[in-house]
């Protein structure tokens, strides 16, 4: 998907919204443990009922692959279920991905070519030609992960190196990278005061935002600090809207919560 039919998407619903598709087999309602494919019918049913207030969905790999090759599949099935039943949603597969140019070009086609998704988190820690092979692939975009939600982010993001602070620098250096316009980029909600800095540097690329709800970021400050004239946000919310409820009407309480977010950002996009 290319980033102009992205915001279409947005103009559209009226909606930067992502859900995120973190399924945890200890917390989804008991009655889908006697289904074949729990995570599926989870997934499937979280997708039907929100499909339509969303722009994009983001299944962390991590709550695939813990479950092994049962996961592997369930996560194949939800990107083809999105792909052949809602082609224009914008997947993203959060699997924060980075290695060797030989090994990422590997990566990059277990994502793009082999699952289908439209974009990849990647880690940039080891630099520019670990990132390329996945910038190579046409009308696909990396997530480069720049300031994340949590507490370790201090540990080195936030590090002067020369006077400026390292998330500075991969974000600067990054847009020296062959393909650098197919790059989006990581920023937490919880980190909103540092949007305007970053917004000086990259200006006009689109940033997954993470960490609105559950993780206690707020959506009004992301988005003064944040947004661009193409409002260039993805707003990620995973907890706070698939585990609504674990009853059976679990679909319906997620549609309720995502509703809330959407509305939300209808309201701002009208200002």
Not at 81 to 86: I, K, M
Not at 169 to 184: D, G, R, Y
Not at 191 to 218: M, Y
């Amino acid at each position: 998907m290319t980033t102009t039919q992205l915001i279409n998407q947005i103009t559209k619903k009226k909606s930067f919204l992502c859900i995120g598709l973190d399924v945890d087999l200890n917390k989804i309602p008991k009655h889908l443990l006697k289904e074949e494919d729990p995570i599926f019918a989870f997934n499937k049913a979280i997708i039907d009922a929100t499909h339509h207030l969303c722009v994009a969905y983001k299944p962390n790999t991590a709550f695939y692959e813990a479950y092994g090759i049962k996961g592997w599949q369930a996560l194949e099935k939800t990107i083809n279920y999105l792909n052949e039943n809602h082609p224009e949603i914008y997947t993203i597969a959060d699997a924060k991905r980075g290695d060797i140019g030989n090994t990422s070009s590997m990566y990059a086609k277990a994502f793009f070519e082999d699952l289908g998704f439209d974009s990849v988190t990647v880690a940039p820690y080891m630099g520019k030609d670990s990132v390329e092979p996945f910038l190579a692939f046409k009308d696909k975009h990396t997530i480069l992960l720049a300031l994340t939600s949590n507490q370790g982010a201090f540990d080195f993001q936030t590090k002067t190196v020369d006077g400026v602070e390292l998330y500075k620098q991969v974000l600067e250096t990054s847009k020296s990278w062959e393909n650098s316009e197919n790059l989006m980029y990581v920023v937490g909600a919880t980190k909103a005061e540092f949007l305007a800095d970053i917004r000086k540097i990259i200006p006009n690329s689109f940033l997954l935002v993470p960490g609105v709800g559950a993780q206690g970021g707020n959506l009004q400050d992301v988005c003064k600090y944040g947004m661009n004239d193409s409002v260039g946000l993805l707003i990620n919310s995973s907890r706070g809207i698939i585990y609504a409820s674990q009853n059976e009407n679990f679909a319906e309480a997620a549609a309720e919560k995502a509703e809330e977010l959407q509305l939300q950002m209808k309201e701002i996009l009208s200002n």
